[in-house]
């Protein structure tokens, strides 16, 4: 019944399993996006010594490929990585296609989306 102890007492069980179940959900969450951080230091070619990509609090937001076609020039395909401070333009490698050298990047704060 509603309002007994058992009730309340339940019911502030539920609450704490709910808890404990985010919490852990949330863990999960960062460990995958500090795991594909991980993988992508693994294959990236960084050419710019001012440029310290790792950080134990840096994970990885949105990754994928962007097609561009610059003016009068032919399609380009660039693997885009947004971290959660940086915007890294790559490309990949052509022959083995599981390399990427940095192109291009800027801090995150600098970006401005136009729609």
Known sequence: DKGTKYHISALNALKAVKNVSQQCEQATHRKQ???????????????????????????????????????????????????TD????????????SILYLKNFCKRKQVDVIK
């Open 86 to 97: 940086y915007l890294l333009l790559t490309e990949k490698n052509k022959t083995t296609g």
């Open 33 to 83: 996006q500090r795991l594909e951080f991980e993988d992508l230091m693994k294959i990236l070619i960084v050419d710019d010594p001012s440029l310290t990509l790792l950080d134990s609090e840096r994970s990885i937001v949105k990754q994928g490929e962007l097609s561009w076609v610059p003016d009068k020039g032919k399609r380009k395909t660039l693997h885009v990585v947004l971290l």
